[in-house]
């Protein structure tokens, strides 16, 4: 433990010094070595981005990288929206983009213009819950409550998709959304509930 | 994820002529962000080609054509497609998660890449993600590769469902070219086998966009079936599948398709079962024999033995399957 102290205390002392020694540099130095960094650690690129969440309109700017999911957690603190895989795989992080369900981790941000976004925090009307919320509260609709939003959001668009005819159905259609707790009963509970 | 340039096309010359080696295409992103996550695409400009190419399903007198950026949930919704084209719903809906069908449109799915677990790792040596590094799979964990037509250097396989169901129904895929001229490839012949260059999906030429995929009239719509076996019953990949239709004049087999996925580098169609049920009864005796027939030319790995009598299975289900739905 303390060697490795010891020696991430002198690389510190030294690319210090290497960082000083750097400014006392002339100018085609400097720009030499910022072409050399250019090359190992490309420049981001930013992109400057209107859009529309919750029916409120952001301008904003942000890394082309940016997914949707990052843009909702990172830049504008709706952290409702969970992040449980961040590749397509549990269903955690579902949104709704011009009223369908959508995966928002593998969504660029940069392609949301001119589209709408609904997300967990949108469903409520002021303080009344939307009725899958309510749902899910009296269907024992999830434990831990990680994956919830993600389930609510897809089971609002499974009702509004119509595949609620049989229990089969509703499993069949709600399988992009995992549930570690295994909530699994009380999901589909909630869900004959707002279809019935 | 490396940084890069975004843009949006905004026209199909411009966007053709100004595609270079580092720029990739992106649709519904579901594949390629993945993709980029894990450092395995690492484009340098992103093109949105959403607004460039039709997303209408159109009918004309020899069949269909679907606009590569059709999504894929808008497939299993056309009604004319539910009543003249029913197997590719059924393959649509055996794949993914509604969301990501949603999201997925018809070319990139056509283009999605395998899900060979070493693919994936980019610490492990793959010749399809670096061209001479080795295959992982082949002497390692290959409970999920081919079965067939594989070569030393690859074994992955196509993870498509759709592209099962296209494969078995004869479709075409048409392309543009960087010259803006458009040009018909037969599916049989879109995909390709790994051979000595497993880095090369498809036959796709360079710089090209799909444009969309034309499916011929055909008489299987009544006795079509899509059979997927997988690790769990929804929302994964095949470990075996397939898409089987018969055209019947009264119990008479008239023709029969089957293909499968999961079991080679590209949709795999068993032309010499198929053959073998032209003018048979359609009853179990000839399906069990039809299926033994595809199985007898597997040559599973290591791992992956059991893919032949499930292969089997699957084919017989799925035959009996065409008439009962
Ligand atoms: C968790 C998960 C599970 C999945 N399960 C299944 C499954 O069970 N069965 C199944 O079949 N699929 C499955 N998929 C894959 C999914 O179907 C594909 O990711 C999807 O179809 C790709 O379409 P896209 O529009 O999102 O492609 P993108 O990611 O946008 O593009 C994929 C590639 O195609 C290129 N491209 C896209 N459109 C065109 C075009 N018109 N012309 C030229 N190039 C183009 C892009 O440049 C890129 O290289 C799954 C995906 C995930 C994430
Ligand atoms: S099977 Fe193909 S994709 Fe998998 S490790 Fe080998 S070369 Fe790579
Ligand atoms: S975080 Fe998006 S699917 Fe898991
Ligand atoms: S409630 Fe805990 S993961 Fe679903």
Redo the contacts with the bound molecule.
């Keep these: 433990m303390k060697t490795e102290h010891l020696y991430s205390r002198r690389f510190f002392l030294k690319t210090a010094a290497a960082f000083t020694a750097l400014a006392a540099l002339p100018s085609t130095v400097k720009a030499f070595y910022q072409e050399v960094k250019n090359f190992i650690v490309p420049a981001k690129q930013t992109l400057p981005l209107v859009v529309t969440i919750n029916k409120k309109e952001y301008q904003l700017s942000a890394d082309t990288r940016t997914t949707l999911l990052d843009l909702l957690r990172e830049n504008l603190q709706l952290t409702g929206t969970k992040k449980g895989c961040d590749?397509?795989?549990c269903g955690a992080c579902t949104v709704h983009v011009d009223g369908e369900r959508v995966?928002s981790c593998?969504t660029l941000a940069a392609m949301l213009p001119g589209k709408k976004v609904t997300t967990i925090e949108g469903l409520a009307v002021g303080d009344k819950l939307h009725p899958m919320q309510q749902a899910f509260i009296e269907c024992d609709g999830f434990q831990c409550g990680y994956c919830t939003p993600g389930q609510i959001m897809s089971a609002v668009a499974c009702v509004k998709e119509g595949h609620t005819r049989s229990v089969a159905e509703i499993k069949e259609f709600m399988s992009g959304n995992l549930c570690r707790c295994g909530a699994y009963n009380g999901i589909v509970e909630s869900i004959q509930k707002v279809a019935r | 994820m490396k940084p890069f340039a975004f843009t949006k096309a905004e026209s199909l010359p411009k966007t053709l002529s100004a595609k270079k080696e580092t720029t990739?295409?992106?649709?519904?992103?579901?594949?390629?962000?993945?993709?980029m996550k894990k450092h395995i695409?690492q484009p340098d400009e992103l093109v949105d080609?959403t607004s460039m190419?039709s997303d209408k399903i159109e009918a004309h007198k020899k069949g269909i054509r679907i606009g590569?950026?059709v999504r894929?949930s808008t497939v299993t919704l056309d009604a004319n497609i539910l009543t003249n084209y029913p197997l590719l719903a059924k393959a649509?809906l055996?794949?993914?998660?509604p969301q990501?069908?949603n999201?997925?449109?018809a070319?990139?799915?056509?283009?999605?890449?395998t899900r060979c677990p070493y693919f994936y790792d980019i610490t492990t040596p793959c010749n399809k993600r670096q061209p001479g590094s080795g295959c992982s799979a082949v002497e390692g964990e290959n409970r999920m590769s081919a079965i067939i037509g594989y070569s030393e250097q690859c074994v992955a396989v196509h993870?498509?469902?759709?592209?099962i169901a296209l494969a078995a129904l004869d479709a075409a895929v048409v392309?543009t070219q960087s010259n803006q001229k458009n040009s018909t490839i037969p599916f049989s012949d879109f995909h390709r086998l790994p051979g000595s260059t497993p880095q090369q999906d498809t036959n796709?030429p360079a710089n090209?966009?799909?444009?969309s995929i034309e499916i011929p009239v055909n008489d299987f719509h009544k006795n079509c079936a899509y059979v997927k076996v997988r690790d769990r019953d929804s929302?994964?990949?095949?470990l075996v599948s397939v898409a089987a239709a018969l055209d019947l004049k009264g119990n008479t087999i008239q023709e029969a398709r089957l293909a499968s996925g999961g079991v080679a580098h590209k949709p795999w169609r068993w032309y010499e079962a198929e053959q073998y049920l032209k003018g048979k009864e359609a009853n179990a005796v000839h399906f069990k024999e039809a299926a033994a027939m595809a199985a007898k030319d597997v040559k599973p790995l290591a791992h992956n033995g059991f893919k032949k009598l499930m292969l089997q299975g699957a084919i017989e289900t799925a035959l009996q399957n065409c008439l009962t739905t």
């Excluded at chain 2, 990739?24 to 993709?35: K, R, Y």
């Excluded at chain 2, 090209?208 to 444009?211: T, V």
């Design positions: 590749h397509g795989q995966l593998l | 990739q295409f992106i649709a519904g992103g579901t594949n390629l962000l993945d993709l695409s080609i190419l590569a950026m894929n649509i055996a794949g993914a998660s990501i069908r999201m997925a449109s070319g990139g799915n056509l283009l999605q890449r993870p498509s469902d759709f592209c392309v796709l090209a966009l799909i444009h929302y994964a990949f095949a």
